[in-house]
């Protein structure tokens, strides 16, 4: 019984050793996998998307901040996501004065699989 055991806890030990080896060490994802990725950052994402919403619907909030929101609609098959970027602006309110805070959807950018714009939707409110 006892050399059963001690068999039993070798492979164990074994494969626990295998699997930290193919993983980095701490149960992540593998290390390849992480550096092999071309899809742009939620960041790029959101920086194509206010560039794409200006290019496309005009730039009618100027002195307004613009915010960003990003969202996964689903994975690609081969590599890659459908992500969405809704685009706020609010107003740029001067330090220790009575400002609204007003939020408005300015529009989307959908990006497709390889990272690139598929779909601009300017939002059709105005202030």
Not at 12 to 34: H, V
Not at 37 to 61: I, M
Not at 79 to 84: A, L, T, V
Request: charged share 10%; net charge negative; with cysteine.
């Amino acid at each position: 019984m006892k050399k059963f055991f001690f068999t039993l806890a070798l492979v164990l030990m074994a494969s626990a050793s295998f699997a930290a080896a193919a993983t980095g060490g701490n149960g992540d994802e593998p290390k390849t996998e992480a550096t092999t990725s071309n899809y742009p950052t939620d960041q790029a994402l959101a920086g194509q998307a206010v560039a794409a919403l200006q290019q496309e619907c005009g730039n009618q909030h100027n002195g307004w901040q613009w915010q960003t929101s990003v969202s996964t609609i689903s994975t690609c098959f081969a590599s890659g996501f459908i992500k969405q970027v809704y685009v706020y602006a609010t107003p740029n309110c001067p330090p220790n004065q009575p400002c609204i805070q007003v939020i408005q959807l300015i529009g989307t950018v959908q990006f497709g699989c390889d990272g690139d714009v598929i779909s601009v939707n300017c939002a059709t409110t105005g202030i």
